[in-house]
């Protein structure tokens, strides 16, 4: 048995140890960290998973981003503790945080991943949404929260304002 629950400040140092076990050395130097530095997570979609005994099992974040201007919800990252991938755990904080997000009145998500695995969840390459480099243009993906939420939405991704001092 799984609790979800919201991520707090107390948990700040095991989702960032679960991140370091399964990303590569240097993640927090990609383009998608950049975005995110200096600015405060969306706090009621940042989730862990623990087990009954209180173990961090997974883990998923959420930063706002502007897309040609326009408001938009940076997923990830998203991690499975090794141990535990292939229960499902990632798909069901993929699908637990996207209907909060939907329910909280966000309408679309943009993500850099693997369009094979994140397709299932209905993410689709964005054509005319530019990183900043050095990102792959074919991992730039998107999903629509609402209908035709990334009709006219193009252009380069840039931070959202910084948390004020």
């Known amino acids: 048995m799984y609790r979800l629950e919201e991520e707090t400040e107390a948990d700040w140092w095991e989702v960032e140890a679960l991140y ?51 408001k938009v919800l940076l997923l990830g990252p998203v991690a499975v503790h090794p141990t535990r ?3 499902g755990l990632g798909g069901m904080l993929m699908h637990e945080s996207l209907a909060e997000a939907a329910r909280l ?3 679309r998500v943009l993500l850099v991943g693997d369009q094979p695995y994140y397709r299932r969840f209905g993410f689709r390459k964005l054509e005319s949404v530019e990183m900043p480099p050095p990102t792959n243009p074919d991992r730039v993906l998107g999903l629509s929260l609402r209908p035709g939420a990334w009709d006219g939405v193009t252009g380069l991704v840039t931070r959202a304002a ?4």
């Not at 076990?21 to 979609?45: I, K, N």
């Not at 910084?162 to 001092?165: N, R, Y």
């Open 105 to 107: 009145g966000w309408e």
């Open 85 to 87: 991938q292939g229960e």
């Open 20 to 70: 370091d076990l399964c990303f590569a050395p240097g993640r927090t130097a990609l383009s998608s960290y950049r975005l995110r530095d200096g600015v405060p997570m969306v706090r009621e979609l940042c989730h862990v998973l623990r087990d009954d005994e209180g173990t961090l099992a997974a883990v998923i974040r959420y930063w706002p981003i502007l897309v040609g201007g326009r």
């Open 162 to 165: 910084p948390a004020e001092d």
